[in-house]
């Protein structure tokens, strides 16, 4: 059973910048890609970055590219998401996720789904 608890979130401000961390652990946690998706208030949840089981390879959302970074401690199983110059339209809950996979992988729908999630953390950018 993998668990994933996902700390950082909060009220903050136009132009500030945030941490959030979220704490794997579980019976091959150490082996799964871990990812960052959010779900922003009346809208489906979105892909923000996906980081490889040993942190070498990283991957954004593109509406997100140059605004966030995606890290791994990989010997204590912690994956954390920076994100800078926030503005309002990044208010949402942010969802660490463990085993990133391709949903519907060959077709135009294909997107990356995770196969076990956290409760989430929800984040309010204040203009």
């Known amino acids: 059973q993998v668990q994933l608890v996902e700390s950082g979130g909060g009220l903050v401000q136009v132009g500030d910048s945030l941490r959030l961390s979220c704490a794997a652990s579980?019976?091959?946690?150490?082996?799964?890609?871990m990812g960052w998706f959010r779900q922003p208030p009346g809208k489906e949840r979105e892909f923000v970055a996906e980081?490889?089981?040993?942190?070498?390879?990283?991957w954004y959302a593109d509406s997100l590219k140059g605004r966030i970074v995606i890290s791994r401690d990989t010997a204590n199983n912690v994956v954390d998401l920076q994100v800078n110059n926030l503005v309002p339209e990044d208010t949402a809950v942010y969802y660490c996720?463990?085993?990133?996979?391709?949903?519907?992988?060959?077709?135009?729908?294909?997107?990356?789904?995770?196969?076990?999630w956290g409760l989430g953390t929800q984040v309010t950018v204040s203009a």
């Open positions: 996720a463990a085993d990133v996979i391709w949903k519907d992988a060959g077709t135009p729908a294909r997107r990356r789904e995770a196969n076990y």
């Open positions: 579980g019976r091959g946690v150490s082996s799964y890609s």
């Open positions: 980081i490889s089981w040993s942190g070498h390879l990283t």
